[in-house]
């Protein structure tokens, strides 16, 4: 199992940011998948969740309204739109995919809101 994300980068605050993660070697639209974010010297927070076939969707309240996961199972692909982003959200971002027990990590796109 290989994720990889892109998209990240440095956006002002106010800016957009779409996070994108390509998934291989797995039967991706059995996978929940996720995003999770993490900052120097804090652990690794879930901010969003999408169930496979993307039945059930979740957010942790701090992004809701801002943020929207979505996944194309034809491409193995999820994504997160991130709107409306302050510095609080400078992390880095990681894409996580999930079936039962089992589990993966993407290595993570780093994300920095600052002006």
Not at 38 to 67: C, D, T, W
Not at 71 to 100: H, I
């Amino acid at each position: 199992v290989q994720l990889v994300e892109s998209g990240g980068g440095l956006v002002q605050p106010g800016g957009s940011l779409r996070l994108s993660c390509l998934a291989s070697g797995l039967m991706f639209s059995s996978y929940d998948m996720s995003w999770y974010r993490q900052v120097p010297g804090k652990a690794r927070e879930l901010v969003a969740v999408i169930s496979s076939a993307g039945a059930s969707i979740n957010y942790v309240n701090y992004v809701k309204g801002r943020f929207t996961i979505s996944r194309d199972d034809a491409k193995n692909m999820v994504y997160l739109q991130m709107n409306n982003l302050t510095p609080e959200d400078t992390a880095v971002y990681y894409c996580y995919g999930s079936l039962g027990r089992r589990g993966s990590w993407g290595q993570g796109t780093q994300v920095t809101v600052s002006s």
